[in-house]
């Protein structure tokens, strides 16, 4: 098992002069103009940038520099954009390898042009089960150049923010004696929500003696993910009797939200996913509104995850003056790409590919491993994600803080992550509901 810090070393100790000239050039593709896309850049940035720095990538006795190609997807917009920039960045750019994407319509689209031109696409901000479900392990051949690193498909994520729905849904039993929370769900139109929102719908209703939620559900609202107010959704949800919305946002509609539940001070506590939510600027970006808002996220303040989560969190706020969302995951993907080349010692796509699937890598967001599908392996011992909550201007951890993931077969493992504090129900909440 390899981490950033020793495969730097590696770096250090192997690599030598790079050769000017003799260059591995990678696609970073994503929305630029959106703070995802952003980040995106600036995650590969840095990566990049440090592995030029210790001497470059040795492959066969020669030695390569790294060199990021821009590809502005704009994939946050319906439209043709997105594959046209995949494909000019193959064919026009020369790029070796890709990675980055975000939107799930778009990326079904563009890693099929990836595969089209056998290229190796690391996603890196992408949830879609469908990314590689029924692809890689149907058809091999055409789509193995696919892989995830970040964040975990939608039917983990579901089960993250499944596990965090619960803890608050708990506080809101022993702290306010609601014995049967009601929740709504608020979910962008977007196919990556989709698995998400079937999954909650069933368990919340489901008794806890069956380990469901022992909820209620009052509702189900999709606006779109570009959506400028959020007044008649969030008006609708207090008039059902929510107590707790169950958000499912990775666009802007994100801060939308934020802002407009924040300033009607709407009795619901907010968990779930807000990417947006997981942003250094969420609070200017909703008016100051947005404080206490909770969503599953990568990174946080103090939280560490692994040794490498804090140095890479530090050194990417100094550079870029705010938290890396998930999509900064490019990172990581550069690492255990580079990675996958020294243990290949080859930049021939098939060998990078075995190397690949071979990978067991401590990233900045914990030990990935992929599975038969190329996707992350989800779970105490690889990656999980973290619960994270605006408390006092600062996003901090609530979970994983006292987690048992299998209290049943592993009574005695509890697992909590450096960093975290309990979660704490908005006041303005926490005023209406008590003692009713």
Known sequence: MKSLI???ALAVFAFGSAVSGQVIRIGVVGPMTFIQGKHHWQGATLAAEEI?????????????????????????????????????????????????????EAMLAMTEVACDYKKIFLIAGAADNKLLQGRVDKNYNRYKYLFRVTPARSTYLAQAAFIQLREVMDLFRHELGIAEPKIAILAEQAEWATPIV?????????????????????????????ATSLTAELTAIERAGAQIVFTVFSGPVGVVFGRDWGRLQIPVAAVGINVEAQ?????????????????????????????TTVPFIEQFTSRFGELPLFTAGTYDALYILMDAILRADSLQTDAVIKALEATDYVSTIGRIVFDELHDLMWGPDYVTGIG?????????????????????????????????????????????????
Not at 198 to 226: D, E, H, K, M, Y
Not at 279 to 285: F, K, P, T, Y
Not at 408 to 420: E, H, N, R, Y
């Open 6 to 8: 020793s495969c730097l």
């Open 198 to 226: 079937t999954f909650l719908s069933l368990q919340i209703n489901a008794p806890l003696a069956v380990g469901g939620l022992g909820g209620r559900l009052v509702g189900t609202w999709r606006p779109s993910a570009l």
């Open 388 to 436: 994270v909550q605006w408390q006092d201007g600062t996003p901090v951890a609530f979970w994983p803080r006292e987690w048992r993931p299998d209290p049943q077969k592993l009574p005695d493992l509890v697992i909590s992550a450096p960093g975290t504090v309990p979660y704490v129900i908005p006041p303005w909440v926490r005023d209406h509901w008590k003692g009713k």
């Open 52 to 104: 030029n720095a210790a001497g470059g990538v040795t492959v066969g006795g020669r030695t390569y520099t790294i060199e990021l190609v821009r590809v502005d997807s704009n994939e946050m917009q319906p439209g043709p954009d997105a594959v046209s920039a995949v494909e000019r960045a193959i064919t026009a750019s020369k790029v070796d390898f890709l990675v980055g994407g975000f939107r799930t």
């Open 279 to 307: 942003a250094q600027g969420w609070l200017d970006a909703t008016g100051g509104f947005g404080a206490y808002a909770a969503t599953v996220g990568i990174y946080a303040s103090g939280v560490e995850v692994t040794p």
